[in-house]
């Protein structure tokens, strides 16, 4: 029998992901031997619990927070620590069986400072081998020249964010965004520090600090998505995403619509480029929409991050070929002028696109993440066998006296 992991399948997510991610893992881990979902009781030998970012279902909220035996429970956090549930996670802290697993390094010492007793790891973003395109079909005759896909909010959601904040709060929020905007390479935390004067950012303020990311991290979030749909001006792109898109799809820029997230492999297929960038919130790392740029055999731009650097060939100039180019945050025009340039020369975009659908094939998938999500799992299975323990040895020491 295989090690039983009951797997969170059902989650609030507008396009999808999150759903269509825990299936993915789910087959991936079914196919390492473990049992997903078993009939059996929740517990009733050692396992692991696994969810991707929040849980809604209070049994499933009773059940993690109570283990159960030697169950581990492993989330799988793909946002910022700054989104975690600060009530949830003040339950789960304590519990020697839990494992928080971040996508990225970003917020990491936010979530130490917070709860000194949490346990986390990391686990990269990965995708579906299925969302590896055929070898043959990277080539110049795709239909889209140009794709992109992402959210931004619109003007009332925004203010929105920040009519919910104090005074101090709002200030905080003008003068964070505006420093985030103007150097593209601070990360929230260094601007938060930079405007604050470092008053603001203690632990005991967590909430205060997550109205004020929220509400920075859209506007930035906008402003550079924008800049860099607009810088694209006069090549044929392909917008997908909310209809807040619309009023800056003009002239050579077309709206494509809301896409659902399995819907994306499909759409990069059909596409010789892409601007592919990260999430807004995380200033060093990368999301699923690289990889699936890269997957789907697009020659891909993504605004710069350390580890796209680190895990990627981003520049050409190291041993390899090149497998994605990143450019500048705050300079949009790059990634534009990288993306004309390959327009221009098929031959390198074909190879770049090639490089990059290999370099995900051979180390991005959810079957390479699978084994630092099962190596959580073990810990976390340990270290409840082990408090277990020492509670009986508690209860056997109190019987003797």
């Not at 792109?237 to 077309?254: H, K």
């Not at 990368?286 to 789907?296: T, W």
């Not at 350390?306 to 025009?333: M, N, T, W």
Request: hydrophobic share 40%; charged share 25%.
């Amino acid at each position: 029998m295989g090690l039983p992991v009951f797997m969170v399948r059902r989650y609030q997510s507008r396009y999808g992901l999150l759903a269509t991610m825990a299936e993915e893992l789910a087959e991936v881990l079914e196919r390492a031997g473990c049992e997903i979902n078993p009939s059996e009781a929740f517990g009733q030998r050692p396992g692991v619990m696994v969810y991707l970012n929040h849980l809604t279902d209070p049994q499933w909220i009773e059940a993690a927070c109570a283990g159960g035996g030697a169950i581990a429970v492993v989330q799988l956090f793909v946002d910022h620590p700054l989104a975690l549930s600060e009530d949830l996670t003040d339950r789960l802290a304590e519990q020697p069986h839990f494992r928080l697993a971040l996508s990225t390094l970003d917020g990491l010492s936010l979530a130490a400072a917070r709860w000194p007793s949490l346990q986390i790891g990391v686990v990269h973003h990965g995708v579906s081998e299925q969302a590896v395109c055929e070898e043959n079909s990277v080539s110049a005759n795709r239909a889209k020249d140009v794709v992109a896909s992402g959210w931004i909010h619109t003007e009332e959601e925004l203010d929105a964010l920040t009519d919910v904040l104090d005074l101090e709060e709002r200030r905080l929020v003008r003068d964070v965004a505006a420093s985030m905007i103007e150097q593209g390479e601070l990360d929230f935390e260094q601007a938060l520090q930079r405007c604050s004067g470092g008053a603001f950012c203690t632990p005991d303020r967590w909430r205060s600090i997550a109205g004020v990311w929220r509400a920075v991290i859209a506007r930035v979030n906008r402003t550079r998505r924008v800049a860099a749909v607009q810088a694209m001006q006069g090549l044929r792109l392909e917008v997908f995403g909310p209809e807040a898109w619309e009023r800056y799809c003009t002239g050579t820029i077309r709206y494509g619509g809301e896409a659902r997230y399995e819907q994306m492999p499909a759409i990069y297929r059909s596409a010789k480029t892409a601007i592919a960038w990260g999430p807004t919130q995380f200033a060093r790392g990368y999301s699923e929409r690289q990889l699936l740029a890269m997957a789907g055999g697009c020659a891909s731009v993504s605004d710069d991050r350390e580890l796209l650097r680190r895990h990627f060939v981003c520049d050409g100039e190291k041993k390899g070929s090149q497998e994605i180019a990143v450019y500048p945050a705050g300079s949009p025009e790059h990634g534009a002028e990288q993306i004309a340039a390959w327009l221009r020369d098929r031959d390198k975009a074909i190879a770049v696109g090639h490089a990059g659908r290999e370099a995900v094939m051979n180390g991005h998938l959810w079957s390479h993440r699978a084994k630092a999500v099962l190596e959580l799992g073990a810990d976390g299975i340990h270290s409840a066998i082990r408090a277990a323990e020492l509670s009986q040895e508690g209860m056997m020491s109190r019987n003797r006296v």
